[in-house]
């Protein structure tokens, strides 16, 4: 009777190693891996972000540049008229054009930078991710080889308590 158990549950453990090995792809692994494109997708989107920022930016530099040379123009031809009070409003509003058309270019450079650092953040991710793919089938293989381990560990455990139990019965019956 105990033999038969034995040879059941030997048969079962064949056919689990049999479906385990047939199964490559480790759902934990495959976990991983779509965690990590999920990263590498926020991070790019995050540099396009940064990119569309830098963008506008530099249009308001554009701007700020054009609006002082207007108000600079404008200062001009209110001093050669002897118009004191519009020189002094356009010089004015050229020197705002000027501190903005600054500050602009100082983000539009902190702007730049810290897209520089994405961009390199992004292709060291990228790389991990396709070293992380290409060895994915030994990080599955190995998945698998921890739970068939423990698979057998168990087995052994559990083959070493029927034979115990068939040698008891063994000895018992041979007694009678």
């Given at each position: 009777m105990f033999e038969d158990l034995r040879d059941a549950f030997r048969e079962a453990i064949a056919?689990?190693?049999?479906?385990?090995?047939?199964?490559?792809?480790?759902?934990?692994?495959?976990?991983?891996?779509?965690?990590?494109?999920?990263?590498?997708?926020?991070?790019k989107a995050a540099l396009d972000d940064l990119d569309t920022q830098v963008r506008h930016t530099r249009t308001h530099i554009r701007k700020e540049s054009e609006e002082e040379v207007t108000c600079r123009r404008r200062e001009e031809m209110a001093r050669k008229v002897d118009d004191e009070e519009t020189a002094r409003l356009a010089a004015e509003y050229a020197a705002r054009h000027a501190r903005r058309r600054e500050v602009l270019e100082r983000k539009a450079?902190?702007?730049?930078?810290?897209?520089?650092?994405?961009?390199?953040?992004?292709?060291?991710m990228m790389e991990r991710m396709e070293e992380a793919r290409q060895k994915r089938d030994s990080l599955a293989a190995a998945v698998g080889r921890?739970?068939?381990?423990?698979?057998?560990?168990?087995?052994?455990?559990?083959?070493?308590?029927?034979?115990?139990?068939?040698s008891t019965l063994d000895q018992s019956g041979s007694r009678t």
């Open positions: 056919n689990f190693k049999e479906e385990l090995h047939r199964d490559d792809s480790s759902p934990t692994v495959d976990r991983l891996l779509f965690d990590m494109e999920q990263e590498v997708t926020k991070a450079s902190a702007l730049s930078d810290e897209q520089a650092l994405r961009e390199g953040d992004v292709q060291e921890t739970d068939a381990d423990q698979t057998n560990r168990a087995a052994d455990d559990l083959f070493t308590e029927l034979h115990r139990m068939a």
